[in-house]
Nanobody, 126 residues
């Protein structure tokens, strides 16, 4: 059974850093694109970053470009999102998602992803 579990969220001060983790089970990352999304109450879920199957291609939303890095540990079947210089507007529930894909691309549209984790809360506040 394919499962995604996020962790690493919490309360962080503005300007701080956080690394979110996404543990994948029931499938191999090599065959799936992985996306990170976030959502605040009353707003649509928005794409933050993604990585293509085999990890060759990464994309970032303009809002986090230059402040975030997506990476993966193939041996652990884990995907990470490191976020630096956090701002209060980064406060959201962060989700990881997976889409079976053999293409060297990934999308920041939630409609492309079939499998989702339950999310982890990130709060940026002093």
């Amino acid at each position: 059974q394919l499962q995604l579990v996020e962790s690493g969220g919490g309360l962080v001060q503005p300007g701080g850093s956080l690394t979110l983790s996404c543990a994948a089970s029931g499938f191999t990352l090599d065959y799936y694109a992985i996306g990170w999304f976030r959502q605040v109450p009353g707003k649509e879920r928005e794409g933050v970053s993604c990585m293509s199957s085999y990890g060759g291609i990464t994309n970032y939303a303009d809002a986090v470009k230059g402040r975030s890095t997506i990476s993966r540990d193939k041996a652990k079947n884990m995907v990470y999102l490191q976020m630096n210089s956090l701002k209060p507007e980064d406060t959201a529930v962060y989700y990881c998602a997976a889409e079976k894909s053999m293409f060297a691309l990934c999308e920041l549209s939630q409609n492309e992803y079939d499998y989702w984790g339950m999310g982890t809360q990130v709060t940026v506040s002093s």
